[in-house]
C-alpha cells in the first residue's frame, strides 16, 4: 500500500509509470473510493435509523415527550425561531465567542511555547506554575473573571482561554522537545541559528501535534464559551440551554445542543481542510 502510494505521488507530479504499477494503483484507488463510500453510508444510515427509532419512541411514549422531546418537535422549534430571527442571533453571538476563544487560545498558547523552548531558563521558571494552572477546575475562574472584566463577552473569552491556552502550551511545548536531536544538530553544523533551527527542524516537525491541538481546542473552546454563557450571557446558546431547563423547555436546550453540534462539526472540518493544507506542504 505504501509503494503505491509512492507511485501514485510520482504520477501525480508527471513522471510516467508502467502499465502495471499504474493498474495496481488505480485498483489501489477504486478499493479506497469503495471503503469511503460504504464508511459514509454506514453513518448516514446509523444517523437516520437513530434519528426514526427516537422519533418512534417519542410518538409511542416508550420514552417521556417532555423530557426528552422527539425530532419532529425539535425541527419544528428551529424552524420557528430561525424565521423570527431568534435563534440566529443566539448561534451568531455563541459561533463568533467561540472563533475568537479558539483561534485567541491556539496563537497565544503556541506563542507562548515557543517562547518557553527558545529559552531553558524560562522553561524551568515557568513548568511549575503552568503544572498547576492545567490543574486549576477552569470552571472555578468564571467569577473572578466576571468581577475582573465584567459580565460580557470579554469575561466569556477569558474563561474559554483559561482552557485552551495551557493545553496548547503543554501539548505543543512537549513537541517542540521531542524532535529528532539529530536534525537539529545537522543543522547547527551548517552554521544555523536556533532561529533556523526553529523555522526549518521543530516547527516543520511539529505540524502534525500542533493540527491535533487545533482539533481538541475546537471541543474545549465550546466549552469555555458555553460555561461562560452559563454564568453570565444573555445572548448566546449556553443561554438558551439554561433558560430551557430554568422553563422546562427541554426541546429547547436539545435544538440548541443540535446547533452547537453542527457548528462544531463545521469548524472541525475546517481544522481537517488546514491539515491537508500543511501534511501537502510537507511532502
Excluded: C
Excluded at 74 to 101: F, I, N, P, Y
Excluded at 188 to 194: A, C, H, K, L, P
Amino acid at each position: 500500500m505504501e509503494r503505491s502510494e509512492r507511485i501514485g505521488l510520482r504520477n501525480e507530479t508527471g513522471v510516467s509509470m508502467d502499465p502495471l504499477a499504474e493498474r495496481v494503483f488505480e485498483q489501489y484507488r477504486s478499493r479506497e473510493r469503495k471503503l469511503a463510500f460504504y464508511v459514509r453510508l454506514t453513518q448516514w444510515t446509523m444517523l437516520i435509523l437513530f434519528i426514526g427509532l427516537w422519533e418512534a419512541a417519542s410518538r409511542l411514549q416508550w420514552i417521556d415527550g417532555l423530557l426528552f422531546s422527539s425530532p419532529s418537535r425539535v425541527a419544528g422549534l428551529l424552524l420557528e425561531k430561525t424565521a423570527d430571527g431568534t435563534m440566529l442571533v443566539h448561534t451568531w453571538v455563541t459561533v463568533w465567542e467561540t472563533v475568537v476563544g479558539f483561534l485567541l487560545g491556539t496563537v497565544m498558547g503556541a506563542s507562548i511555547a515557543a517562547l518557553i523552548w527558545f529559552s531553558p531558563f524560562l522553561s524551568r521558571v515557568l513548568d511549575p506554575y503552568i503544572v498547576v494552572l492545567n490543574s486549576l477546575p477552569k470552571v472555578a475562574l468564571g467569577p473572578l473573571f466576571i468581577v475582573a472584566l465584567g459580565p460580557g463577552m470579554m469575561s466569556i473569552i477569558a474563561t474559554t482561554l483559561s482552557i485552551t491556552v495551557i493545553i496548547t502550551i503543554l501539548v505543543i511545548y512537549n513537541s517542540f522537545r521531542e524532535v529528532d536531536p539529530n536534525l537539529i544538530k545537522v543543522v547547527q553544523i551548517f552554521g544555523g541559528s536556533r532561529r533556523t533551527v526553529f523555522r526549518k527542524v521543530i516547527l516543520p516537525a511539529s505540524y502534525p501535534t500542533i493540527v491535533s491541538t487545533l482539533k481538541v481546542n475546537v471541543g474545549l473552546s465550546w466549552v469555555g464559551v458555553i460555561v461562560g454563557e452559563y454564568l453570565v450571557s444573555k445572548q448566546g446558546l449556553g443561554y438558551l440551554i439554561i433558560y430551557g431547563f430554568q422553563v422546562f423547555n427541554f426541546t429547547l436546550v436539545i435544538g440548541s445542543l443540535f446547533i452547537i453540534a453542527i457548528a462544531a462539526t463545521v469548524m472541525y472540518q475546517g481544522v481537517a481542510y488546514l491539515e491537508g493544507k500543511l501534511v501537502g506542504r510537507r511532502r
